[in-house]
Structures are given as structure tokens and as C-alpha cells.
């Protein structure tokens, strides 16, 4: 889902000024022999100061990489990521080339090119980045970037992470800061690095240090729903309070405080709304009750207010006011958060601002007290003792339905200038987001005919719904034939009737009719079938042997297949596959075969009860994926019979 900002993770991780000497180079070619490259020496350096009454923090990343074979071209291109809260006041970049005995040739990066960074999916990161290309890369040459990193906001520091998509040699952490100002910090992932940590003070100063060495490369590629945040080491640095003359001003470090950060921000953004509104609000919810109000306005922003993401500095913060909304027809998460919330209170059904971080981010906000936690806005709304979470962005997703991306976190509701509450978001079970796909199927003129009816609830029903938005009705029969996709790649849908798919509260149902092409065999007297004509995973092996992939799952859910084959005359079923199943707590399948008459049918259930599966998990997964595999190759045979 869009409406979301992920987190840019700057991974520029640091090293030392000069050049290591050539023997030590010649070591760690040796060491790092399997890779590509190394990361030789990282450091990240920050600063945080006073300066009148004013804080200052500047953050200064170096980053030095030895190629260690004739793969260079895929470490060319390299970037620095800044945004509205930050600035670079200084950058150096270059290649060194080895020419001989402990020397080499300087070639400087030239040319850095601005561009924008966003990826679609912002809260309150407006990015941007410098794109820059070094020189002449060869094997055995190096390449050195520096740069500074000024905070124009002392709130939203970046995160250290320890590990690169490369192995790290050395890294090494440092913080100066002024003894005016209490600094926290937060480890993660940390436990098994070895990393070593120091702190003293020197003047007015204090001083923190860590060190690591050997940091392998990243064990996991990023996901849709999480980030590398889940599992590499990192630190996350925030300002607690500063103390000037006496006074001390609180920045972060608990949820209370947060808290009042974001509603300063959100208070009397709607103290005014239009005239406008509170007709529209009247028209949409005269003569109806609470629920069917709520139901009304809610449905009401999903159907006529378009998502626009949009943010600069401080507008990822502020929501644009709910008349302004409604006016232009389009808002980011915040604005429709904020559209939703005041038509809610102007139908006598009070309503909260609701900051969640979806499941892109691991952290609590026990865990970490800071903007960081968050990057998506909600609203939502008391009914008795059951909060309501109600997402503006999430097209066709029922009332009182917890969105899927967000389920298992926290979610912090703004009550009032003083009163908040932070609610665990419960997952929706298995039952609420299930395909049943059933299909009577016969041989006729040499192929397979079929006719099918997809029911689909929850979850399901709506990314089906996503995906058949905007396809013309022509378009049907094709689209539906790559998303049912059953027997082989001759399957096509050949007519079609769609019932509810984009109605709200119901479940949505499709019947069709399909056929198939040479997907029989048959020789002499016998012929043999797979009644297996959906295969769904057959694909899905894990690969357990380098980078993980870990197994992701949008929500939990179940698919159901039945297949009921009519047996054709003067037919007999010399051979039926045996029933089978699997079972863990995390996913399952069952197949069974019975017959019916003049049928043959199989039932077919899988059962998805997991967001993430892990390395822990993965074997058991690749063992139900083979199996199912063995399932799907077994075939009925029918016998001619005698006359």
C-alpha cells in the first residue's frame, strides 16, 4: 500500500582518512576473497554542540571500499541522501588507483547531480539525494567518500547501522556531545557483534565510541513489509533535553512527549470547517444511525477522495485541514485522517488523530519514544470498548476492519491536548480473508471445459478488487484468465459474470467458464488427468543456501479449491491419489479425493496463519512446498471399459 513513508536508511557506512597501506590491502583481499569488494574502514562522527542558545549537530560519514575483482561496474554510482531537515555542507569523492609498491593515482569525482529521492511512499521524508559516479574503477583500486551532514532539526538524527550490503571490516561510531545537552541512544541487533564501547569525557565535552570489526554482509533481502531495521545492528541516537541558563527544554525520550511534539502539530488544524462540509456531512448521515453514519462518511472518502502523497519539512507533519480536502478532492494519509476525523465529530460521532508505523518498522513506541516509529496517520473512533481504526488510503476495505499492514502493531490515539493511548492493533484471523474456488469440470472435444464460481471474503476480496480497478469490462476474460490460471498456459476464461466486487460489507463472487487445451493424456483404453488445476506455490521454494528471502504473507488467510471432474461415459477410475496433508502452526494443507456418483472430486485447503517466516521456519515451509509438489504431479487414471 501507498500513502506510507518507508524510512530512508543512509548506509553509507565510514573509515578512515587516508589510504590503508598496500600489505594490509593485499590482507584483506585475501580475507574478503569470496566478495566483490570489502567495506574497509566506516565511521560515522557526530557533533552535537551549542552555539549561543542554539543546538547544533552535524553528522560526518566517511566510507572507503577495496574492489577486490574485475567486478567494478557494479559499484560505479554511489549517493548522498539528505531532505528538508538536513543539508551537506561538504562532500569529497574519489577513486584511488593502485600504479605500483604503495602508490596511487588520485582521481577526483567531479560532478555530483541533485535529484529528488522519493519513492512514493512519504510521511514526512521529502528526499533527496546527490548522484555521483566514481572514476575509472578497476580491480585492486579503492574508492573514498566523505561528506557532512548538517541538521537543520536536531529531532530527527539518522540511524548507524553496523552491516552494508558488503562485508564491513572495521566500523566505528563516535559522538561528541556538549555537556548542555543529555543524549540517548538505543542498540539493536547488536547482541552478537562483538562490539566494543567507550565513554569519557574530555572538557565540555562527553564522548561516546563503538567499534566492531568482521560485520558480515546483510543476511536478508528488504521485504515489502519489513526493513532491514528488523534484523541488522544499529544504533538510534535522539536528543533527550537540553539545559541552557537554567532552563531545560525536553525533546524526546518518552511517549508523553512525543505525544505533545505531534499535536502541536494537529491542534486547530479544523477548528473552522466550511460551510461546505457540514452540508455535505448532513446529506451523507440525515436519518441514519451512529454506525450507518460512520459507515456513510467513511465509505464516502474512499470513494471520492483520491490519495496524493505529499510532503515538505514540516507538511509531513501538519495534515491539511478536512475542508481543504474535500474542497480539491485528494489528501496524503494525513490530510484524509483529517477529513475523516472532523466529519466524524460534525456527526456527533467524536474522533481521534491515530499515528501507527506499519510493519515496515519493528520498533514500540516503549522501544523508541520518536517520530521514527511512526510513518503512516489514521484516524479512529471509541464504540463502547472497541477502538475503530478507520484508514483513509485503504480503498475498499470494510468499516471496523483493522488494515492488514498495520495489524500486530501499536497505534498512538490522540484524545486530547493531554490524553493519548497506545493500543496493540489485533490481527484478523485466517477465516476473514478466504478464496473458495470451486469448478465442475468435463473432457469434451479433446479438451477440458469447465464451469467455476470464486467466492472471495476479507483481504482477498480486496486485492482483488485492486487489481480488477480500472480494467475495462473487454478485459475481463483476460485478466481473469492470468489471475485464476488454471491446468497449464492454455487455461483462458471464455465468459464471465463478476457480482459485489466493489461493494463494501459483502463478499464478492465471480462465475466463469473456462477451457483448457491439451491438458489430458490419454493412450489407448486410459487416459489420465490431474485434477490439480490450480497449483498454487508450486513456485515457492526458499532458497536457504546465501541471502535470505524471507517467506512474507500480506495477511492471514485461506485458500480453498474444489475441483469436481465429471468421469465420462463408458469410463471407470482404475487409480484415485491417495489423501494427504500437512501441518504446523504457521501454515498447513490438506488434499482429499472422494468420489460422488459419476464425479470425482478434490477438496484442496491451505491454511496461511504468519506475516513473516524466517530462517528458524524456512525449512519446514520448503517441506510443504514439496510436498504439495508430489501432490500436484499425481494423476486419476480412467479405464475404457469393456462392452
Known sequence: MKGMYMPKYVLFLFGIVCPFFHSSASDLVEKYAAHNAVITNLEYEYVIDVKGDSLYVTQTNTKEVQLINDYSKGFTKDYIYFSGFTSISEKEAYTLIPKGDDDFEKVKVEQFKETG?????????????????????????????????????????RTCFLQSYLPVNQVKIKVKVHRDVELGYKLFNTEKTGMEFNKYTKGKYTYYEWNASDMEPYPYTVGEYYTISYFSPHIMFYILSTHSKGNEEKYFGSPDLLYQYYYDFVKGVNDHPSDALKKLVVELTEGLNDQQKAKAIYYWVHDHIKYVAYEHGYAGFIPASASEVEQKRYGDCKGMSSLIKTMMDLAGLPAYYTWVGTRHIPYTYEQVPLPSVDNHMIASRMVGDSLILLDGTFKYLDYGVYPYHIQGKEVLVGKGPNDFEIVKVPVSPASYSVITDSSLVRMEDGIVKGQAKAVYTGFSKLELAYTMDGVKTDDYNKTYSRIFNKGNNKFKVTKQETDRLFDYDVPAEIKYDFEIGDYYKQMEDEIYINLNLDKPYQNMLADTTGTINPIQNDFYCIERYVTRFQIPPGYKVTYMPKEDAFSCPDFSYSLKYRKEGDFIVLDKELVFDFFMLLEDKLPQWNNMIKSLNKNYRRTLVLKKMSE
Open 117 to 157: 529521492s522519493s519513492d512514493g511512499s512519504v510521511f514526512y521524508d521529502d528526499s533527496k539525494m546527490y548522484q555521483f559516479a566514481y572514476p575509472s574503477l578497476q580491480k585492486g583500486a579503492s574508492t573514498y567518500l566523505k561528506y557532512t551532514i548538517k541538521y537543520n532539526n536536531p529531532r530527527f538524527l
